[in-house]
């Protein structure tokens, strides 16, 4: 249910009043609360509102993050999408996306969904300089927070050796969803000192030769891919790794019955186009064809007997926390996201911080494995 004050807000906005009712009765609005701050957020999109839009309790609404197009083959992608035009081409990072935001006197960090990470908000005064808020109180910084001790991805890119870091990659105002230029959003980082994605320049679509290269280069060093904007951002586009498809598999076949079919083959349908663009045979065609049997098959045959010997499929994971509750408080947000972790361990590691570790039991996974294991036919 929510609220008549969100209803009137929400209207007040701009939101439809009949896809509003409709979105109210469906479930589509959902009204939260973190830490006595009451928000609704958006699980499907009205009008300009995409889903994960976060409208706060004062009229504020930060719109969710935008889809950005995926281009497969690189050459004639980049031609569709860009024609002539120039792009400046970014890293891809590896991690979360996270839109953090001023609201009142508090610096909360939301996630893709919508809600407030009660984790992110909690250590991002460690990666970002408050005072661009003070300047900025309108504008919303979004970004990847990535690392090898993450609540929601397994793996972090290979250069964060430890714990979590934040890596900016849009700006975006308040209310209008509107990302700033690319060339502002790098000054404003600089100025600020809030770290960004490593940026490789501008390219145009006469330099796809170097792309060929960069993209060679960011697989081998294990890194995810790549994204292309024009400097108005009007035009954006994402391009992924061979490393990045396989190692997914990898990470996904250990799940392999949580995710839906098309979480592989959409992987390797773009592996595939990838060694049709660049004409890979041979050896180095085996060596990719034995890399994606091992990473379909390894971590699958691995949970198979995991469960067939009394395990369950889970996944073990650690963050650092400033506060134990931080961690209770993350329990609860995995609860309402349908999904059920609890604690492990804690340990001090007297520093001002602790690190928890969280065990996540996959039911599903293990009852369908174990089913089958036990002779289940169809
Ligand atoms: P969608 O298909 O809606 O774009 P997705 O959840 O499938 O999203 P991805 O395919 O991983 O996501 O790619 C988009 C995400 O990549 C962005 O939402 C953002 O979190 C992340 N990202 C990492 N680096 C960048 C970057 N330099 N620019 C933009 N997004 C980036």
């Given at each position: 249910?929510?609220?008549?004050?969100?209803?009137?807000?929400?209207?007040?906005?701009?939101?439809?009043?009949?896809?509003l009712?409709?979105?109210?009765?469906?479930?589509?609005?959902?009204?939260?609360?973190?830490?006595?701050?009451?928000?609704?957020r958006?699980?499907?999109?009205?009008?300009?509102?995409?889903?994960?839009t976060?409208?706060?309790?004062?009229?504020?609404?930060?719109?969710?993050?935008?889809?950005?197009?995926?281009?497969?083959?690189?050459?004639?992608?980049?031609?569709?999408v860009?024609?002539?035009?120039p792009?400046?081409?970014?890293?891809?990072?590896?991690?979360?996306?996270?839109?953090?935001?001023?609201i009142?006197?508090?610096?909360?960090?939301?996630?893709?969904?919508?809600?407030?990470?009660?984790?992110?908000?909690?250590?991002?005064?460690?990666?970002?300089?408050?005072?661009?808020?003070?300047?900025?109180?309108?504008?919303?910084?979004?970004?990847?927070?990535?690392?090898?001790?993450?609540?929601?991805?397994?793996?972090?890119p290979?250069?964060?050796?430890?714990?979590?870091?934040?890596?900016?990659?849009?700006?975006?105002?308040?209310?209008?969803?509107?990302?700033?230029?690319?060339?502002?959003?790098?000054?404003?980082?600089?100025?600020?000192?809030?770290?960004?994605?490593?940026?490789?320049?501008?390219?145009?679509?006469?330099?796809?030769?170097?792309?060929?290269?960069?993209?060679?280069?960011?697989?081998?060093?294990?890194?995810?891919g790549?994204?292309?904007?024009?400097p108005?951002?009007?035009?954006?586009?994402?391009?992924?790794?061979?490393?990045?498809?396989?190692?997914?598999?990898?990470?996904?076949?250990?799940?392999?019955?949580?995710?839906p079919?098309?979480?592989?083959?959409?992987?390797?349908?773009?592996?595939?186009?990838?060694?049709?663009?660049?004409?890979?045979?041979?050896?180095?065609?085996?060596?990719?064809?034995?890399?994606?049997?091992?990473?379909?098959?390894?971590?699958?045959?691995?949970?198979?007997?995991?469960?067939?010997?009394?395990?369950?499929?889970?996944?073990?994971?650690?963050?650092?926390?400033?506060?134990?509750?931080?961690?209770h408080?993350?329990?609860?947000?995995?609860e309402?996201?349908?999904?059920?972790?609890?604690?492990?361990?804690?340990?001090d590691?007297?520093?001002?911080?602790w690190?928890?570790?969280?065990?996540?039991?996959?039911p599903?996974?293990?009852?369908?494995i174990?089913?089958?294991?036990?002779?289940?036919?169809?």
């Amino acid at each position: 249910m929510v609220s008549s004050h969100f209803m009137s807000m929400l209207l007040k906005i701009g939101v439809p009043e009949d896809r509003l009712l409709v979105l109210e009765g469906k479930g589509g609005i959902v009204e939260d609360e973190f830490e006595g701050i009451r928000y609704v957020r958006f699980r499907d999109s009205a009008k300009g509102f995409r889903r994960g839009t976060v409208v706060f309790e004062n009229g504020e609404a930060v719109l969710g993050f935008p889809h950005i197009k995926r281009v497969v083959q690189l050459e004639n992608g980049i031609r569709r999408v860009f024609r002539n035009k120039p792009f400046y081409v970014e890293e891809k990072v590896d991690g979360y996306n996270v839109r953090v935001v001023k609201i009142g006197d508090r610096v909360l960090a939301l996630t893709r969904g919508g809600f407030v990470c009660p984790f992110t908000t909690e250590r991002i005064g460690d990666f970002i300089n408050f005072e661009f808020f003070k300047d900025y109180p309108n504008l919303v910084l979004a970004g990847e927070m990535a690392g090898p001790e993450s609540p929601y991805i397994v793996e972090g890119p290979p250069y964060v050796k430890e714990d979590i870091q934040f890596f900016l990659f849009d700006i975006q105002e308040k209310g209008t969803g509107k990302s700033l230029p690319v060339e502002e959003r790098y000054r404003l980082a600089e100025e600020y000192g809030i770290p960004q994605v490593e940026r490789f320049g501008l390219f145009d679509r006469s330099r796809i030769d170097d792309l060929y290269d960069l993209i060679e280069r960011l697989s081998r060093e294990k890194r995810e891919g790549i994204v292309m904007k024009t400097p108005d951002m009007k035009r954006i586009a994402k391009y992924v790794t061979p490393y990045a498809n396989i190692n997914d598999i990898k990470i996904g076949s250990h799940i392999f019955f949580d995710l839906p079919h098309g979480y592989f083959m959409g992987r390797i349908k773009r592996l595939a186009f990838y060694l049709t663009e660049k004409h890979v045979k041979g050896e180095e065609f085996d060596e990719y064809a034995k890399a994606l049997g091992k990473a379909i098959l390894r971590p699958f045959v691995e949970s198979i007997h995991e469960v067939a010997h009394g395990g369950n499929v889970e996944e073990v994971f650690t963050v650092r926390v400033k506060n134990i509750t931080t961690a209770h408080r993350m329990v609860t947000h995995f609860e309402r996201l349908g999904v059920k972790i609890h604690i492990e361990d804690i340990e001090d590691l007297k520093n001002g911080y602790w690190r928890i570790t969280f065990k996540r039991v996959y039911p599903d996974a293990t009852r369908e494995i174990r089913e089958l294991w036990n002779g289940l036919a169809f």
